[in-house]
């Protein structure tokens, strides 16, 4: 049997808006998603919490959190996400 969306825990499910693929920069626990022309105004987020320590799936890579910086990025911003010690 193959799985939908519906299975997919709510933090997995496709980003609400359609967007372009923008892949972050990585830098330690900070992922950038860079607009094309630099410097320019920054947006950091930061997801909430707790996050169990045995998700799979960190939050710099839900869908939610890549849909965000790539629509920031094409939006002229940079996009900061980080991972942070807030966990259960």
Known sequence: MS???SDLPPYLQSFVLPYDTVEPARSGVL???L???TPAPAVLMVHGGPV???RLVRPPDWPAYRGYGALLAQAGLV???FEHGFVD
């Open 3 to 5: 799985s939908t969306a």
């Open 31 to 33: 992922d950038l998603y």
């Open 35 to 37: 607009p094309a022309s």
């Open 52 to 54: 169990p320590r045995d």
């Open 79 to 81: 996009g900061g996400m």
